[in-house]
């Protein structure tokens, strides 16, 4: 049998053809992300909504069949924090209706605290860590919004200190706090709060995320939503780029944020094309 002799190709000829593949195979990557990186759409953002939070989970079927506006981009937050920064949502619209009057001395805060019917659009959880956001999908101005940034982030220190008082009180066994549950057949479930963080007031609360129909159950629910606030972080979450100017405001008040904020379809993408890139030698 004859032996064909085949010249091995040369240096060139084999530099050329790994350029046209690393080529191709960018200019794939290209048309990937261009394709991905379009924002989602109302549409999109309702689909994939239903797609990712179950129907039972707390708050989500308020926003979603809310006339408000403002609720697509608590939804597209909500996915963005769950897709893309690993937080698992907890619900939406934590609602905080405050019935009665009271001024809490916050010793962690510039001023005393007026406890105001209060709601956060989002809440997350990431291991031990809760996170309380209030988003806003529009221009902003500090000075609009300073009064209600305090007034959440006010909230949610005299949960804190609700909760720790209440724990304080079991691990003790000396009882400082009271939680009575009042139920009505067309309201809400409302709590009287009364020791030493309400100064002995009777203080009444409802929250929409308990709806219980007995007391027993009700005051489980009340205390696991306390138990968010006591491990929770109140957030800013903005869908525009936040200027230079309101960042210092934010910072001089510290306040917590992220901004710009945009769910993107490349979101679900982008960790795929990352490990393709790493397991092909370019």
Known sequence: MRTVYQEPPNRLQVAVKKSKGRTIFCFTLF???A???????????????KQTFRKDLPGFQHTFESSNIGKWFELETALYLQRCLYEHVLGFSL???????????????DDDVDLRTTEYDVVTKRGDQCFLYEAKSGKVRFRDCKFQFEKERGMLLFFKEVYRELVKSVETQVQSITMDVKLSKRKLPKIIINGNVTDHNNISLMCTWVTAKTEEECLAQWINVLKIFSQGIFFLAFKKKVSSNFKEHLK??????IDNVSYQSKNDMYVSIVNLMQDISI
């Open 252 to 257: 001089r008040n510290n306040f917590l944020y």
């Open 95 to 109: 609602e905080i209706r405050v019935c009665s009057s009271f001024t809490f001395p916050c010793s962690n805060a």
């Open 31 to 33: 048309l990937l992300y």
């Open 35 to 49: 394709f991905f990186t379009q924002a989602i759409s109302k549409r999109g953002i309702e689909e994939l909504s």
